[in-house]
């Protein structure tokens, strides 16, 4: 009987190699096959993940840009951002447009240079409660008119999207005379009356 099965077996094993073989092949590859989805749904995870937080963040930039513009937009002294390796204005709010008496169309894209007065005395001013590489200085600046005006400009570094960018900020000392020459007057009527 033990010779019989072995036979039979034998037998079996002649006829069906090659089905055996080819079956064992399937097996594997639909092992294989099975591993890749797997694999392949864990990295469409990541990277789906990945566009999520990297749209998160983008969303985050551009809500910080935009709030930096609605302040810069408020402050009533003039501000232009700068690109320190063109010189030209990047970013202008609506004061220094009205400090230099162009549109903020015009005003950006242009140089700095195109306002600076050559003969003109710089007078530095140190700061030593502010250690971030600002600079504040006493100049005069021309209107689009051609006009005179003295401005105290002070001059900081600023970091945008990893570039580096000069932000200037202006105050118009001729309008801060003029106002403070009103409200001494208006102080002055009042007293009187």
């Known amino acids: 009987m033990d010779a019989d099965f072995l036979q039979v077996f034998d037998d079996f094993g002649r006829r069906y190699w090659p089905l055996l073989v080819a079956g064992g092949f399937l097996v594997a590859w639909l092992f294989q096959w099975v591993l890749f989805r797997q694999q392949l749904r864990g990295l469409l995870g990541r990277y789906r993940k990945h566009q ?8 985050k930039l551009r ?20 690109n320190p390796a063109t010189l030209e204005i990047e970013f202008v709010n609506p004061a220094a447009c009205a400090m230099f008496g162009v549109d903020p169309g015009k005003l950006v894209g ?48 600023v970091t945008i999207n990893n570039s580096v960018f000069t932000l200037n900020s202006y105050l118009d000392l001729a309008e801060l005379d003029f106002v403070r020459k009103q409200v001494e007057g208006s102080n002055l009527t009042k007293g009187v009356q």
């Not at 999520?52 to 969303?59: G, V, W």
């Not at 910080?64 to 951002?81: D, F, K, N, W």
């Not at 689009?144 to 002070?154: I, S, Y």
């Open 110 to 157: 242009r140089r700095i240079e195109d306002f600076e007065i050559k003969d003109s005395v710089v007078t530095y001013h140190f700061d030593s409660a502010h250690n971030d590489g600002s600079n504040i200085r006493h100049r005069e600046l021309l209107r689009e008119t051609g006009e005179r005006f003295p401005v105290l400009e002070k001059t900081v570094p």
């Open 63 to 82: 809500e910080s840009e935009e709030r930096l513009r609605v302040i810069l937009a408020s402050v009533q002294t003039g501000v232009t951002v700068v």
């Open 52 to 59: 999520i937080r990297d749209r998160q963040r983008r969303a």
